[in-house]
Each structure stands twice: as structure tokens, then as C-alpha cells.
């Protein structure tokens, strides 16, 4: 009976800090690119509509939206 001389738990606590180091930059590079975007919006809430103007951010009466009659969304429930 031979018997190997290397041993398969090097290579899998190997492979596991791999991963365990894979999922921390991971995680770290999400936390970055959240700060990064709420620091954005930060800045941009901060602004004058003339500065939003400026650098060509959509005015808020640019962006869509709809106008519902006051009894719609109660009748339409009231279908189901």
C-alpha cells in the first residue's frame, strides 16, 4: 500500500482563503461604489436648479409622471 506524500489539505485551505479573500475585495468594492453614489447624490441634491441647469441634469418637471383622478385607484381596487 503506497500512501501519497502531499496532502490535498494545503491545497483546500488554499483555495478557501482564495475565496475568502475574493469576497472581501468584492464586498469592499460594493462599499465603495455605494459611497460613491450616495456621495454623488449628496452633491446633486445640494444644487440650485440653475446649477442643474447648467450642467444639463433633467428639471423635475422634465421627468415623467402621471396624473391620477382622486376616486381611480379606490374604483380599480374595488374590481378585483
Avoid: C, F
Wanted: no cysteine; proline share 4%; net charge positive.
Amino acid at each position: 500500500m503506497a500512501y501519497s506524500v502531499h496532502s490535498s489539505h494545503g491545497h483546500q485551505t488554499a483555495d478557501l482563503t482564495i475565496r475568502l479573500l475574493q469576497a472581501t475585495a468584492h464586498r469592499i468594492a460594493a462599499a465603495e461604489m455605494w459611497y460613491r453614489r450616495a456621495q454623488s447624490r449628496r452633491i446633486i441634491a445640494a444644487l440650485s436648479p440653475e446649477q442643474m441647469k447648467d450642467i444639463g441634469y433633467p428639471a423635475v418637471d422634465a421627468i415623467p409622471s402621471l396624473d391620477v383622478e382622486a376616486g381611480l385607484m379606490s374604483r380599480l381596487q374595488s374590481m378585483r
